[in-house]
């Protein structure tokens, strides 16, 4: 594509070079710029972008765009300039471009909250398979699709990653994307361009609240609300008391769900728990538009659960899938991390999931209780380098839901344990006559200890890391796998 194309009707000026030079490819990380592409030198919160112009010019960029001024600009490629504020969404709209709008050749799917959209989109997208459709997902479990599986580094990529992982998508015959909508990525316009045919919103709760991430609540609550500005549809939580504030302004048709509140699509009073040795699921009724009645299981625990599922239910049933295939693809899903039982010869029940603020631990904890365990175990920690109000809340609720807690690390990027373990202590220390507590530093140390306390009957909730890999230490991403451990303690019992 020619570089006067790319860049018509957009808020940027070309000072150096020519207007018809061939470019087919736009990033925004030196690292992987390649010759001819266009590099886009985008503002940062620890760094700025435009330091990083020379690296790009000496590997093969076309390209250079940048806000307000370039210093010191290197020889050779050519110089836009855009007005400040305005980078992301220029680069958005060079990547749509540049990618061939792959979005339009999809249904889309944006789902948006503080907790659920994991679990939600997929199994959204297990039901939509079990119809026939060819799926792919995006979100913090990475990028997948029938024959592909990308790890991501957050849940909502940089525009110029998402369209190429979108055009791969569409490339390959998929017919619909499911993906996570962060609130910064909204923000940060990563899915400028896009324009969803159904949104979802799952829930709100304080969080991503902090240097570099939000600067308050109502900005947190405020750029969530954006998705409903673009979108057909939007699913709405009935039951969550900020969706109103978030559907202020909207554009879309609203469909609405809730186990409370009323709603199109409503779950019926009395979910009935159930205990398997790899799953801990939930049986439940729905009442959809018209009338009908319909029963489901999700392999999940809890009324959370009930409304993650519940959500993806109203999510399929506005895209036209049959029930059947509903009910088919919900009791076969699975979702890593997510309340996940790692079966085993143990007489105990191991559940790993990402709860990693007090909102998410206190509803992983209580649907766990409705299990009536021996005792329930809680192994968790904080992230650094995050908010610090996190640290805290997880403290308290673990203490109260909790039988045992074992306070450990969770992505310290280079934060000392001591201050994360200082602050997890003081909202421990809200709760009177709480759980048991010990802490153990070292993560695989604190797994082995939880398992060797393990009797017949307990539940022990693995909080925090859920599906990831790696650990950060010291600012250092280490491999590292809370299932891998749990699964080396059970071969070993065998």
Not at 121 to 147: E, F, I, S, Y
Not at 151 to 163: I, K, N, V, W, Y
Not at 436 to 464: F, H, Q
Request: charged share 20%; with cysteine.
């Amino acid at each position: 594509m020619m570089l006067c194309h790319l860049l018509q009707a957009l808020d940027c000026t070309l000072v150096r070079g020519r207007a018809d030079l061939a470019v087919e490819a736009v990033c925004c990380d030196s690292r992987a710029v390649t010759p001819g592409c266009v590099f886009v030198c985008l503002p940062g919160q620890h760094t700025d972008g435009r330091r990083f112009a020379p690296a790009a010019a000496a590997a093969g960029a076309a390209v250079l765009v940048y806000e307000d001024a370039l210093p010191d600009p290197p020889p050779g490629p050519a110089l836009v300039r855009v007005e400040p504020g305005k980078a992301r969404r220029v680069l958005a709209q060079m990547a749509v471009r540049l990618c061939g709008f792959p979005a339009r050749r999809m249904t889309m799917v944006g789902i948006t909250g503080t907790k659920g959209k994991t679990t939600a989109a997929h199994l959204l997208a297990a039901m939509l398979t079990a119809a026939g459709r060819r799926v792919g997902c995006v979100g913090t479990n990475g990028a997948a699709w029938p024959g592909q599986r990308h790890d991501l580094g957050c849940t909502t990529p940089e525009s110029c990653d998402l369209q190429r992982l979108l055009r791969a998508m569409a490339d390959d015959g998929c017919d619909t994307c499911v993906m996570e909508v962060s609130s910064l990525g909204l923000k940060m316009d990563r899915v400028g361009g896009i324009e969803f045919d159904v949104g979802v919103f799952t829930n709100l709760s304080p969080d991503h609240i902090g240097m570099g991430e939000h600067a308050s609540y109502a900005e947190y609550r405020a750029w969530k609300s954006v998705l409903f500005r673009r979108c057909r549809v939007g699913v709405v939580n009935a039951d969550d008391r900020e969706a109103p504030a978030i559907l202020a302004g909207h554009s879309c048709r609203v469909v609405r769900y809730g186990i409370v509140a009323p709603a199109d699509w409503q779950a019926l009073p009395g979910f009935t728990a159930q205990r398997t040795a790899t799953a801990l699921a939930t049986d439940f009724a729905v009442r959809m538009p018209g009338g009908r009645v319909a029963a489901f299981t999700v392999p999940l625990p809890g009324a959370f659960s009930v409304q993650d599922a519940l959500a993806a239910i109203t999510a399929a049933g506005v895209l036209g899938v049959p029930v059947a295939a509903m009910q088919a693809g919900l009791r076969g899903a699975a979702v890593r991390g997510r309340c996940e039982v790692v079966p085993g010869p143990a007489p105990f029940t191991v559940v790993l999931d990402y709860a990693h603020n007090a909102a998410a631990a206190e509803g992983v904890l209580t649907a766990l209780r409705a299990y009536h365990p021996r005792r329930l175990i809680a192994v968790f920690g904080c992230g650094g380098g995050r908010s610090r109000l996190r640290r805290a809340g997880m403290g308290e609720a673990c203490a109260r839901l909790a039988d045992v807690c074992i306070v450990t690390e969770d992505n310290s990027r280079g934060e000392p344990l001591a201050d994360i373990f200082a602050d997890i202590r003081a909202g421990i220390a809200r709760v009177e006559n709480g759980a048991a507590c010990v802490e153990i530093p070292n993560r695989r140390d604190a797994l082995l200890y939880a398992l060797g306390l393990g009797r017949e009957g307990d539940i022990i909730a693995v909080l925090g890391k859920g599906h990831e890999t790696t650990i950060d230490r010291d600012g250092r991403k280490v491999p590292f796998e809370d299932a891998a451990v749990v699964r080396e303690y059970m071969e070993r019992r065998k």
